[in-house]
Structures are given as structure tokens and as C-alpha cells.
Nanobody, 130 residues
């Protein structure tokens, strides 16, 4: 099973930026999609962003973050970076890095909803103050 280690997160003011990183290790040969989802208290899981790490080009974003967040592969193998700009109080949540054998970011999105991803990290808290 893959192990995921997240870094980044914290407290930022409205309009600020944060950068989250995630590194995968262990049984990762079959992993082809990595991404982030978030969950706020009392709310459902929500896809934030996903990327096909084989191509590094196919990405998918949640509607609420399009145009503000960018996901990319990191310099190190099997790492992904989420750059979050123009943060809003409603972005406050625990952000989880996840990895899966989905094959496509569309299927990854469905597996987020079903809580059926192959691996996820411990989560990192992002708090945006108004």
C-alpha cells in the first residue's frame, strides 16, 4: 500500500496563498492519479484537484477552486504540489492528499465521493481567516 506524507497548510488571511505538497512512497507502481480532496466540519468530501501523474498533463478541479488553485507534479518522483491562491474563508477545511489507480481524474473524482481511494494521507488543516 502507498504511504502519503503531506506538508504545508496552516493559517492565512483572506486573499492569501498557501502551498501543499504530498510525497508518495511504498507500493506505488500502479498509482496513476494523485490529488487532493477536502472536508469541512458537517460537509461532504469535495474534490479539490487531481492530476494524472503519468502524463502530468491531465488535471481536474472542483468547481469552487477553478482559476484559483493549481495542481502540478513536483520535481521529485511521485510528488504533487497544490498551489492555492486567492484563498477564501470557505476554503477552510482539512485537506487530504490521495493516490489511486483510477486511470483518469474523472474516476478519481467519483472515488473521492465514494470514499474508495487506494490511499490517503493524514490530512493537513487549512484555515482562512476573514
Amino acid at each position: 500500500q502507498a504511504q502519503l506524507v503531506e506538508s504545508g497548510g496552516g493559517l492565512v488571511q483572506t486573499g492569501g496563498s498557501l502551498r501543499l505538497s504530498c510525497a508518495a512512497s511504498g507500493s506505488i507502481d500502479s498509482i496513476n492519479v494523485m490529488g487532493w480532496y477536502r472536508q469541512a466540519p458537517g460537509k461532504q468530501r469535495e474534490l479539490v484537484a487531481a492530476i494524472n501523474i503519468v502524463s502530468g498533463e491531465r488535471t481536474s478541479y472542483g468547481d469552487s477552486v477553478k482559476g484559483r488553485f493549481t495542481i502540478s507534479r513536483g520535481n521529485a518522483k511521485n510528488t504533487v504540489v497544490l498551489q492555492m491562491n486567492s484563498l477564501k474563508p470557505e476554503d477552510t477545511a482539512v485537506y487530504y492528499c490521495a493516490a489511486d489507480r483510477s486511470g483518469t481524474t474523472s474516476i478519481f473524482r467519483l472515488r473521492v465521493k465514494a470514499d474508495a481511494l487506494d490511499a490517503r494521507g493524514q490530512g493537513t488543516l487549512v484555515t482562512v481567516s476573514s
